[in-house]
């Protein structure tokens, strides 16, 4: 693990690894093979309180949901948080072969560099997501990379042509081992809702499969997609 820098102030702070050398991604505009993840109907959304603003959460702000009459579930990016640490902690994404997008249930579209480090903690995530949604981009601290960004909708604008896409969802009717799914040699876009009741319906996918015959968290089903690219693409 590379040595941890901080970010701006320390109410910025934010952890990220410096760039390995091992990372290869000049693939990623190009049809090489890859797993593109998109968290789809991700809860990101900002709520003033006093002078800031914070992150809304069903753990903080349960007064301003009651007020509103905003269901509890509906405000878990905590999900979000989670997923994004089992996604880019992989081993899949150090070998470069990973990348990933979050559409927010705002409309807000998401990119992570593969480099980026997700921070431990939920407040510490909370603080970088209401910095990167009034700001639109979070730079390196010692260069002018952007760790994440948002960019311009649709995310298919931003998929490499003809790929196929796959959103998983436990009402499927088609159930699958994971490793069925991956390709040998090109690149395929899982899409995974990151919200903790519904289903996701998209109109850009193809095909929507479940991978287990029980129900799975985002951040798991995220890990068994990742293990399972690892196995069959050979990462270890």
């Avoid at 405000?75 to 979000?80: G, L, S, V």
């Avoid at 985002?218 to 690219?229: E, G, S």
Wanted: one cysteine or more; proline letters at 6%.
């Amino acid at each position: 693990m590379g040595k941890k820098r901080k970010l701006g102030t320390k109410d910025d702070e934010f952890e990220f690894d410096p760039i390995p050398r091992h990372l290869v991604t000049s693939h990623i505009k190009k049809q090489e093979k890859r797993l593109i993840v998109i968290l789809e109907n991700a809860q990101l959304e900002t709520v003033k309180t006093g002078n800031s603003f914070e992150l809304l959460n069903c753990d903080d702000h349960a007064n301003i949901l009651r007020k509103n009459d905003r269901d509890p579930g509906s405000c878990r990016p905590d999900i979000t948080h989670q997923s994004l640490l089992m996604l880019m902690d992989s081993p899949l994404n150090r070998a470069g072969l990973l990348q990933v997008y979050i559409h927010t249930e705002k409309n807000v579209l998401i990119e992570i560099n593969p480099q980026t480090r997700i921070p431990r903690t939920f407040k510490r995530f909370a603080g970088l997501m209401v910095q990167l949604l009034h700001k639109f981009a979070i730079r390196a601290s010692d260069g002018p990379m952007k760790l994440l960004k948002v960019i311009k909708n649709p995310v298919t604008s931003h998929l490499p042509v003809g790929v196929r896409k796959v959103t998983m969802s436990f009402s499927s009717t088609v159930v699958k081992n994971c490793r069925e799914l991956v390709p040998k040699d090109e690149p395929i876009v899982m899409v995974i809702g990151a919200m903790a009741h519904g289903k996701v319906e998209v109109d850009y996918s193809e095909d929507v499969i479940s991978i287990s015959n029980y129900p799975l968290s985002a951040a798991l089903t995220c890990a068994k997609l990742c293990t399972a690219f690892e196995e069959v693409w050979d990462v270890v």
